[in-house]
């Protein structure tokens, strides 16, 4: 395989992380600008590979798990030494909820480990779910940890590839909820990005991550049911992070 060939089966992977939907060839044609026998070559080989799945009725195509399946291991070892599951697991057996462990992954909030809760829930997120940064609340306390001239130039990044321009974000707006996160040093998501579901979470200090990465930990689960638990799950973050 040519670095050209290799380039181009990432930037299909990266097309299919930021549509999160099946995916025509004439979709991924026009996203990537690549002629069609280019197109058509490479989905199949991925198709044949094991990649990607082709559905004959939709005519679309759809990654399979094999890649999340090869690099599931990579974050759960890099987190190992550094008590972060250990803390994750603490949260989980103290509130009953689905823990998450979100980092900025470019544009997005990715979901890098995952402790689901056994209750009820409007919505389940797979490990490796990545959202915008710009419409979720663990993006929204990830951005708050940048400085503002880095979060303009993110919130640019955004809606230039935002395609639908009823789903771009202002900066003024962004910038009220990342300015409500730092004042109260965590973030209350609700009904963003799923109606019912919610969110409540705070950034890990690098004395817990060991990295200067940026890393959130975030309580999931229904809204009415973290409101009933508010108090005490921020009462748990800050004895856990602070």
């Known amino acids: 395989m040519t670095i050209k060939s290799a380039r181009r089966v990432l930037e299909i992977f990266e097309v299919f992380a930021e549509a999160q939907r099946g995916l ?9 600008r690549l002629p069609a026998s280019s197109a058509a070559g490479i989905l199949k080989s991925m198709v044949s590979l094991g990649f990607l799945d082709y559905d004959d009725e939709s005519r679309k195509y759809m990654p399979t798990m094999r890649m999340p399946d090869m690099v599931s291991w990579i974050e759960p070892v890099r ?3 550094t008590g972060i599951v250990a803390l994750m697991k603490r949260l989980h057996a103290a509130t009953d909820e689905t823990i998450c462990l979100g980092a900025q992954s470019d544009l997005f909030a990715q979901y890098v480990h995952v402790i689901y809760s056994s209750l009820s829930a409007p919505y389940i997120d797979p490990p490796k779910t990545t ?12 951005l708050s940890a940048k400085p503002d001239e880095q979060i303009e130039h993110l919130v640019r990044r955004m809606n230039y590839k935002t ?7 202002t900066l003024p707006g962004i ?12 973030v209350f ?21 060991l990295t200067s990465r940026i890393i959130a930990l975030g309580v999931h689960g229904p809204v009415d049911r973290l409101e009933e638990k508010k108090d005490k799950i921020i009462a748990l973050l800050r004895k856990e992070l602070l």
């Open 24 to 32: 025509s060839l004439k979709e991924i044609m026009e996203l990537l």
């Open 79 to 81: 987190f190992l030494n």
């Open 131 to 142: 959202r915008s940064l710009a419409h979720c609340g663990m993006g929204w306390l990830l």
């Open 163 to 169: 395609r639908d321009p009823a789903k771009r974000v």
């Open 175 to 186: 910038m009220r909820r990342i300015r409500q996160a730092r004042a109260d040093g965590y």
């Open 189 to 209: 998501s609700r009904h963003t990005v799923i109606a019912g579901g919610g969110m409540i979470g705070m950034l890990l200090p690098r004395t817990i991550t």
